[in-house]
């Protein structure tokens, strides 16, 4: 089984980005993460696109390949139906991660489209909120 793991714009530079709100970790640790998370049976197919678009044919792709999405889609969280349109094609659990607690920052980060599809959302665990997720998708997914 497969679980894609999503990140949107700007990710490419976790550990660099803001690392007073972000943290110094890589998208590489992720990885890691997700992998030991993930466990037996298993395989994580972490992404990272800056386009729009690069998300949503990866959701698309991921309707035959996966058995259930983890997803930071970072500022297209806040702006993108389309990014939303795409996940309610998908048939499998849906969990959002945000590294950053949002809810304690501006308002424009309050709202999520993509929590309207999400069966779950995680928000300020850092990247430990990916392993989280993982674990979440694992458990809705083991026979
Ligand atoms: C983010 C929060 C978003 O508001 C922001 O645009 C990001 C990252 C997070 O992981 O905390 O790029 O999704």
């Not at 803001?18 to 998370?37: F, K, M, N, S």
């Not at 309707?63 to 048939?91: K, M, Q, W, Y």
């Not at 849906?94 to 920052?105: A, M």
Request: include cysteine.
């Amino acid at each position: 089984k497969t679980i894609y793991v999503l990140n949107g714009p700007n990710l490419n530079l976790l550990g660099r980005r803001q690392p007073e709100i972000y943290g110094r970790e890589t998208l590489d640790d992720v990885g890691h993460l997700c992998r030991d998370a993930a466990g037996e049976g298993y395989q994580i197919r972490l992404l990272q696109s800056n386009w729009e678009g690069q998300i949503i044919d990866w959701i698309h792709e991921a309707r035959e390949a996966a058995c259930g999405i983890v997803i930071n889609p970072a500022a297209l969280t806040h702006t993108s139906v389309a990014v939303l349109d795409a996940l309610n094609t998908f048939e499998g659990p849906v969990i959002e991660v945000h590294i950053s607690q949002v809810h304690k920052r501006e308002a424009f980060r309050h709202h999520s489209y993509v929590s309207m599809r999400a069966d779950g959302v995680i928000a300020g665990l850092g990247i430990e909120g990916y392993a989280a997720a993982t674990r979440r998708i694992v458990s809705l997914t083991r026979d």
